[in-house]
C-alpha cells in the first residue's frame, strides 16, 4: 500500500483561490502520474465547517474545521488574504487563524506558506531567525513587521529546514511541484509540470521575474521580437553589432533604440539574460561550470564567475549550494 501524505490547505475568508487550488491540483496530478502511488490526500480547514468564499468569489467547501484538524499531518499549507489600501495590499493577519497554525504546525513533518501565508506564519513564531519570501508587493510590510524575520523578495520560494515559504500567486505551482520532487522526485514533479504545460519547472533560487519581465513591454514590437530572439539564443552571437544587424540599424542608432526601449544596455541585458539561464542550470543540473558557461553563451568560467559576481554578489559554486533542488 502507498504511504498516505496527508496534506491540510488553510481556507478561511477571501483566502486568494489559486494559492489554494493550484497546489491541490499538483497534489492530483502527482496521485495520477504514480498510479496512486504518491499516496496524496489533500483536505481544506477552515475556521468553521461548511463553505468558505475566496477572494475571487469562488466558494469552497472545508472537509475539516480548525478544531476537528489532529493527528500526524505530512504538509501543513497555509495561503494568505490581502486588503487592497490606497497604498496597495496590506496581508490580513487573523488572530484565529495565526493562533491555529501555531497549534497545526508541531503536528506536521512540514509547514509551507504561499504568498501572503508567510505573514500568518511569521506571526505565528514559525519564521523567527529564518530566511523567507513572499509576494513582492507585500515583502516591505513583512520585514517591517518582523524584523527577527530575513527577508528575501526575489526567489519563487525558499527553505529552512522543514519550513517553506513561496512567493505570490501562480509561484504556488512551483512550490507544489518543488514538494512533490523532495518526495517522489525530480522526474515526477517534471512529469506533473508537463501536464499543467508549465512552460518552465521554476527552481527556488529563480527571480520572481525573469529578465523579459522585469521590464514594461516595448513600444516597438521589432524590440520584443529581438528580446525573445535573445532568450532563445543565448549562446549565439548576441553582440551589439549582430543584433543591430539583425535590425537592420546602425550600431549606434540601435544602441539608442534599444536603450530607449528597455532602460538599459544592449550588452547588460543580454549579460542579465545569459546570468538567468546559468542560475536556472546550477539550481537544477550537475553540469560542470564549463558547460553552464557554453550553454549559456558566457564562454569560459572566468566568464560565468565574473557575470554571477556582478550580477547576484556570488559565485557559481555558493550559488549552486544554497540554491540546488534536485538530489
Known amino acids: 500500500m502507498s504511504k498516505i501524505r496527508r496534506v491540510v490547505i488553510a481556507v478561511f475568508p477571501d483566502v486568494d483561490l489559486l494559492d489554494v487550488t493550484g497546489p491541490a491540483e499538483v497534489f492530483a496530478l502527482a496521485n495520477r502520474e504514480t498510479g ?8 481544506l480547514a477552515g475556521p468553521t ?4 468564499t475566496t477572494s475571487a468569489g469562488v466558494r469552497l467547501v472545508t472537509d475539516l474545521s480548525f478544531a ?21 495590499p496590506v496581508a490580513r493577519i487573523d488572530a484565529d487563524v495565526v493562533a491555529w497554525v501555531r497549534d497545526a504546525a508541531p503536528l506536521a513533518r512540514r509547514v509551507a506558506s504561499v504568498c501572503v501565508g508567510a505573514h500568518l506564519l511569521a506571526a505565528a513564531g514559525l519564521l523567527d531567525g529564518k530566511t523567507a519570501t513572499t509576494h513582492w508587493s507585500t515583502a516591505a510590510q513583512l520585514a517591517a513587521d518582523h524584523p527577527e524575520v530575513t527577508v528575501d523578495p526575489d526567489p519563487i520560494f525558499v527553505r529552512c529546514g522543514n519550513v517553506w ?16 520532487a523532495e518526495d517522489l522526485g525530480e522526474e515526477i514533479a517534471l512529469a506533473v509540470a508537463r501536464h499543467l504545460v508549465m512552460y518552465l519547472k521554476r527552481q527556488g533560487g529563480q527571480s520572481q521575474f525573469s529578465v523579459p519581465l522585469s521590464r514594461p513591454p516595448a513600444g516597438r514590437r521589432d524590440i520584443d521580437e529581438l528580446r525573445m530572439h535573445i532568450a532563445e539564443h543565448l549562446d549565439g552571437d548576441l553582440s551589439a553589432a549582430a ?16 536603450r530607449q526601449e528597455t532602460g538599459t544596455t544592449p550588452a547588460a541585458y543580454v549579460e542579465a539574460a545569459r546570468v538567468e539561464a546559468a542560475r536556472r542550470l546550477l539550481e537544477s543540473t550537475d553540469q560542470a561550470l564549463e558547460q553552464v558557461a557554453l ?15 556582478k550580477q547576484i554578489g556570488t559565485t557559481p559554486a555558493a550559488y549552486r549550494r544554497r540554491f540546488r533542488t534536485t538530489v
Open 49 to 52: 465547517p461548511g463553505v468558505v
Open 165 to 180: 515559504t513561496g512567493a505570490g500567486i501562480s509561484a504556488c505551482m512551483d512550490l507544489a511541484l518543488a514538494l512533490v
Open 36 to 43: 496512486g502511488e504518491a499516496g496524496y490526500l489533500v483536505q
Open 68 to 88: 476537528e484538524v489532529d493527528g500526524v499531518l505530512d504538509t501543513l499549507l497555509v495561503p494568505g488574504a490581502v486588503d487592497l489600501r490606497p497604498g496597495g
Open 295 to 309: 550553454a549559456c553563451g558566457l564562454g569560459s568560467v572566468e566568464t560565468l564567475h565574473r557575470a554571477l559576481r
Open 243 to 258: 543584433l543591430a544587424g539583425r535590425m537592420r540599424l546602425s550600431e549606434r542608432h540601435f544602441a539608442r533604440v534599444f
